[in-house]
Every structure is written in C-alpha cells, then in structure tokens.
C-alpha cells in the first residue's frame, strides 16, 4: 500500500495538533478552561469585527475587477444578473469610512464603535477575581 508524503505530511501535522492541545488541557486544567474560552472568545470576535469589513471590500473589489465591464453597464432590465447590485455595494464600501452614520429612506445605519482594550480589560479582570476568589476559598 502506497502513500503519498502529502497526506502523510497533514496525518502527521494533525497528530501532532490533536496530541498538543490534550497536552495543553490536561496541563490547564478543566476549571481554567471555561476561563480561557471566554476570553479567547471575546478576542476572536473583536478580531473579526476588525476585519469583516476588509475581507468583504477586498472581496467585492476583486468580483468588480474581474467583471468590470458587465458591473459598470447598471442595466436594470429583463436580463438582470445581480452584477450591477455588487458594482452598488462595492461604491457604498469605497464611501462608508468616511461617514460615522447615515441617515435616509427610513434606514439608519451607524458605525460600531467599542473601545475594545476596555471590553478585554474588564474580561480579564473578571476571569482574575473570579480566580482569586477559586483560591482563596481552597487556603480557608
């Protein structure tokens, strides 16, 4: 039975990751963990709500690059393929920044603003009194 070394190679690789993280819960701890992944959780959504909107512009732009000559034609007739809609959005994108809301037809859309150090700031300090409290419960 042949292998390829690629396959071996990603066998390997997820061995060793699979193997590394039971390491790593075993040494942490279950009662650190819920801890851990909260907080873990809080920075991965504020990581994605950093980036969403780059991945989306770079992605409309891309779309808009390779199919400019349909997207600029802006036909709204029977043979309507969406194309003109993603050339739209792709211009809301390229003016969004440099409004903090926007008000009109009834919509309203405004920026998300959080001061994230402050939101990470009180999460750890929460994980550490309630630690803190987890120990000083186990001296007594």
């Not at 779309?63 to 809301?92: Q, R």
């Not at 003016?95 to 037809?105: L, T």
């Amino acid at each position: 039975m042949y292998i390829e070394i690629w396959v071996f190679a990603l066998s390997l690789l997820a061995a060793l990751l699979v193997g590394g993280l039971i390491g790593y819960l075993c040494r942490l701890g279950i009662g650190n963990l819920w801890t851990c992944l909260k907080s873990l959780g809080v920075s991965i959504r504020n990581r994605l709500v950093d980036y969403w909107y780059m991945l989306v512009f770079l992605a409309t732009t891309i779309y808009v690059l390779a199919n400019f000559k349909v997207c600029i034609d802006l036909s709204f007739t029977e043979d309507f393929n969406g194309n003109n809609l993603i050339f739209l959005f792709w211009l809301v994108l390229i003016i969004f920044p440099m409004f903090d809301s926007f008000e009109g037809f009834g919509i309203s859309i405004k920026k998300r603003k959080q001061n994230k150090e402050e939101d990470f700031l009180t999460t750890e300090y929460h994980n550490n009194l309630i630690h803190a409290q987890k120990e000083g419960g186990n001296h007594e």
